[in-house]
């Protein structure tokens, strides 16, 4: 095939490399995005938004192609087209075979959904969509309330700036890097639910009281709620493995380091690691742990570090010189190598911000990833905080001592849950 045009077809980013050879129908890397409304979504004016939306997010009507040595974007003249939601939480987007978008839009009731492919983008990029969809529906659908006071764009760089591979921008050059040699971790087992699906368990409270909370331990609301999810699954531990440590894995947003608008990937990831047999099951000790591994790992140096890791096997001569398959090959065994250092997942993309004459329309938002392991998301809208568990094993016991455990600190917690009674 011929690609003269440079604008149909572009690079994946450095952190997408490593999705298309790794996603398969137990771990799709697919992530969801909703917003619940007040009212029944209108089908009709949610495809108008959705159009209205990929003019200011060209770049997302894209294809993924297998190239020589690369996969690679190829544009596409496929739209998106709404549908209402009738699949299981986070389905597979991407098949080899398939020249499909990687991204979704449906509908369901008063929610509207995005399920992203995370080839295409983090969740940063996949929330400023959002933002920008739903922008369009509520003023297309409220045009008489809002015609003559248009509340300002959520997201408006230029394309280029959206485009931006910010991995390449910021990569040093630097040859002196230093590989950590990774632990294994305690894993969670359990009974598989069917089909590949992920079970969901939805939790909704308010920010400032689990804020409240976590000030009592000195720390954060990600630390807060990272020590937590630790607590939770030591608590289930079989005694004969609590030699191992509980490692989680904690995705960082680049761009709050390095000035970056790039709607791709921008992002990072830091280990937190606990071992009860070594530390002891104090509460208090495990979230100063927490603590010090933030304040150690979520400085501009160590995550230049990981960039600079991360890029240079990207540009290594020899590596580029290898074909697509023999890569694939080698980014599967690095991917296993990977995961056997990890035990679970926790990712807060923090608050998502509309404008206020947006808030009597919008009930709240919610976040959660596909799971091959136990995973919890975490975003907030106003004062409602939403913690999405999304796992796929039939067993709860995990998100119930989560849970619980917020409810004896005295937080009201209202439950949804993707389990069939």
Not at 76 to 89: C, D, F, I, R
Not at 194 to 205: A, F, H, K, Q, V
Request: charged share 25%; aromatic share 12%.
């Amino acid at each position: 095939m011929k690609r003269n045009r440079k604008s149909e077809w572009k690079r994946l980013d450095n952190a997408a490399k490593i999705f298309p050879p790794t996603s398969s129908d137990k771990d799709t890397k697919v992530f969801r995005f909703s917003l619940e409304l007040t009212k029944e979504v209108d089908p009709v004016v949610l495809q108008e938004a959705v159009d209205l939306s990929m003019e200011s997010f060209p770049f997302y009507k894209v294809v993924l192609r297998r190239g020589a040595f690369w996969y690679y974007f190829e544009k596409t003249e496929k739209s998106p087209l709404v549908e209402e939601e009738n699949n299981s939480v986070c389905a597979p987007i991407f098949f080899n075979n398939e020249r499909e978008l990687l991204f979704r839009v449906f509908y369901y009731g008063n929610r509207i959904s995005i399920e992203t492919h995370h080839t295409l983008t983090d969740g940063t990029g996949a929330l400023w969509l959002l933002k920008t969809l739903v922008y369009h529906y509520l003023t297309i659908k409220y045009n008489e309330v809002f015609k003559d006071n248009m509340p300002p764009r959520p997201y408006s760089p230029s394309i280029g700036q959206k485009t931006d591979d910010s991995f390449q921008k910021y990569y040093t050059g630097n040859s002196k890097i230093k590989y950590e040699t990774l632990e294994k971790a305690y894993h969670i087992s359990g009974t598989r639910v069917e089909d590949n699906r992920s079970i969901l368990i939805e939790g909704s409270m308010s920010v400032k009281a689990v804020l409240d909370e976590a000030h009592k331990y000195n720390t954060t609301l990600t630390g807060y709620l990272t020590s937590l999810l630790i607590y939770s699954i030591y608590n289930e531990m079989p005694v004969r493995q609590r030699k191992k440590p509980i490692i989680i894995s904690v995705p960082v947003n680049l761009r709050q380091y390095f000035k970056s608008e790039t709607a791709r990937n921008f992002f990072g990831t830091i280990r937190v690691k606990y071992n009860v047999s070594e530390q002891g099951d104090s509460f208090a000790n495990l979230v100063k742990t927490v603590n010090d591994t933030f304040a150690k790992k979520l400085t501009i140096e160590e995550l230049e570090k990981q960039l600079n890791r991360f890029m240079a096997l990207e540009n290594n001569k020899l590596i580029k010189l290898v074909p697509l398959p023999i890569k694939n090959i080698i980014l599967k065994i690095a991917n296993t190598y990977n995961e056997r250092g990890l035990t679970a997942a926790i990712s807060n993309i923090g608050r998502a911000v509309f404008p206020e004459e947006f808030h009597p329309y919008i009930h709240q938002v919610n976040v959660c990833t596909g799971a091959k392991r136990p995973q919890l998301a975490v975003i907030s809208y106003n004062d409602n905080l939403t913690i999405s568990f999304t796992s796929p094993y039939t067993e709860t016991d995990i998100q119930r001592n989560f849970f619980k455990a917020l409810s004896s600190a005295g937080i009201d917690v209202i439950i949804a849950s993707s389990i069939e009674d």
